[in-house]
């Protein structure tokens, strides 16, 4: 099935450090959104952007919707160990309500 | 008040078998989504159910089929196993004016052996 292209695949950075990650599609999306699924769990949501160049903030966590609606970033600002789990960007196909989500970032924090 | 809940937590079944996974929305959502997410990948969607009609379906096989309950809860139903079918099965509910904005259950992890 199709899935989003994500970078980096996994990542391994000590305690307090910044993180960013990105998301790349071939195809054009109207909405993003990035969740964050912890081992035996669903994925949670975390940020969800509408508009081509939004920038939004949840805490410590920040997502950009890319200039040409093909791509996300998503940087979270000094990491704790409870950010530990694995990232998903997902787009939602225009005119329908079917998220196609990446290939995930796995992130590790070391104190 | 309770968020998605699915049943059962894990499943085993052989292949050629037949399974039934449930699943009851958030309180106040009436759209539920089917994904199916194998091991090290992302999820991927399945079909998805809003006023107990299939509304929108992905790529797979009509061995997967589902239904929506008055109440809003649904079952997803695979039909003639396969190994391949191996996975963490996730249901996800949304707001009615929402519908990208997904909840997700914890998931049902399903073994064909």
């Known amino acids: 099935g199709q899935q989003l292209n994500q970078s980096p695949q996994s990542m391994f950075i000590q305690e307090g450090e910044d993180v960013s990650m990105n998301c790349t599609s071939s195809?054009?999306?109207?909405?993003w959104l990035w969740y964050k699924q912890d081992p035996g769990e669903g994925p949670v949501l975390l940020i969800a952007l509408y508009k081509a160049g939004e920038l939004t903030s949840n805490g410590r966590l920040t997502a950009q919707f890319g200039i040409t609606r093909k791509d996300s970033f998503l940087n979270i600002s000094a990491s704790i160990p409870s950010d530990v789990g694995i990232y998903f960007c997902a787009g939602a196909i225009v005119n329908t309500d079917k998220l196609i989500f990446g290939t995930g970032t796995r992130l590790q924090v070391f104190p | 008040d309770a968020g998605v809940t699915q049943s059962p937590t894990h499943l085993i079944k052989t292949r050629g078998q037949q399974v039934t996974l449930r699943c009851s929305p958030k309180?106040?959502?009436?759209?539920v989504s089917w994904y199916q997410q194998a091991l090290g990948q992302g999820p991927q969607f399945i079909f998805q159910y809003y006023e107990e009609e299939e509304r929108q379906r992905g790529n797979f096989p009509d061995r997967f089929s589902g239904h929506q309950f008055p109440n809003y809860s649904s079952e997803l139903n695979v039909n003639a196993l396969l190994l391949g079918d191996s996975a963490l099965y996730l249901c996800?509910?949304?707001?009615?004016?929402?519908?990208?904005?997904?909840?997700f259950g914890s998931g049902t992890q399903l073994s064909v052996l």
């Open positions: 996800a509910s949304s707001l009615p004016d929402s519908n990208e904005k997904l909840f």
């Open positions: 309180s106040g959502h009436d759209t």
């Open positions: 195809s054009i999306f109207n909405t």
